[in-house]
T-cell receptor, first 111, second 111 residues
Framework: QKEVEQNSGPLSVPEGAIASLNCTYS??????FFWYRQYSGKSPELIMS????GDKEDGRFTAQLNKASQYVSLLIRDSQPSDSATYLC???????????FGTGTRLTIIP | DVKVTQSSRYLVKRTGEKVFLECVQD?????MFWYRQDPGLGLRLIYF???????EKGDIPEGYSVSREKKERFSLILESASTNQTSMYLC??????????FGPGTRLTVT
């Protein structure tokens, strides 16, 4: 059974600080990793994709991947109240077209 | 921009009714997915289609069927709705490289 684990939170971070969200996965063959943001009552929105070990930056967001440790993280710099949402980690299932999702981490940015 | 639409945002049905949820994309993408999302359980794959008339069971197909007669349209069918099928239903498409894009979702209540 392929698994993706995230701390459910809630994670509370002061406005302007760095929010750090973590995810571990069990399938060693996985090559593609994604972060989705989901506001309450809305559908998930893809915000970051990462395929290689190391860091990938996009604006205030940085995704980090360490395949040896089977660990992927998302950093949000200069956190804003609008970043308050649930963040879902998703991992490709090696050998098929599917993704396995974590249950999400609820992030609250405190003004 | 990827555009995925779902037939209803909110739906209320009675136990035993046959329910159709429809998902439509505006491009020619092959891979389409149906998920349900429940608190604490995350996103779970119900069915997946990789082309017209082609389908594959996901993790929780029991009580559901699907239809894909045209490339742009993927329907989820609840043959006889039950209260444990009350959930948020999300359709997704995957244009390339495992990235999935979600529709707005249908919140189904079965009474």
């Amino acid at each position: 059974q392929k698994e993706v684990e995230q701390n459910s939170g809630p994670l509370s971070v002061p406005e302007g600080a760095i929010a750090s969200l973590n995810c571990t996965y069990s399938d060693r063959g996985s090559q593609s990793f994604f972060w989705y943001r989901q506001y309450s009552g809305k559908s998930p929105e893809l915000i970051m994709s990462i395929y290689s070990n190391g860091d990938k930056e996009d604006g205030r967001f940085t995704a980090q991947l360490n395949k040896a440790s089977q660990y992927v993280s998302l950093l949000i710099r200069d956190s804003q109240p609008s970043d308050s949402a649930t963040y879902l980690c998703a991992v490709e299932n090696f050998g098929n077209e599917k993704l396995t999702f974590g249950t999400g981490t609820r992030l609250t940015i405190i003004p | 921009d990827v555009k995925v639409t779902q037939s209803s945002r909110y739906l209320v049905k009675r136990t035993g009714e046959k329910v159709f949820l429809e998902c439509v994309q505006d491009m020619d993408h092959e891979n389409m997915f149906w998920y349900r999302q429940d608190p604490g359980l995350g996103l779970r794959l119900i069915y997946f289609s990789y082309d017209v008339k082609m389908k594959e069971k996901g993790d929780i197909p029991e009580g559901y069927s699907v239809s894909r007669e045209k490339k742009e349209r993927f329907s989820l069918i609840l043959e006889s709705a039950s209260t444990n099928q009350t959930s948020m239903y999300l359709c997704a498409i995957a244009p390339s490289s495992y990235e999935q894009y979600f529709g707005p979702g249908t919140r189904l209540t079965v009474t």
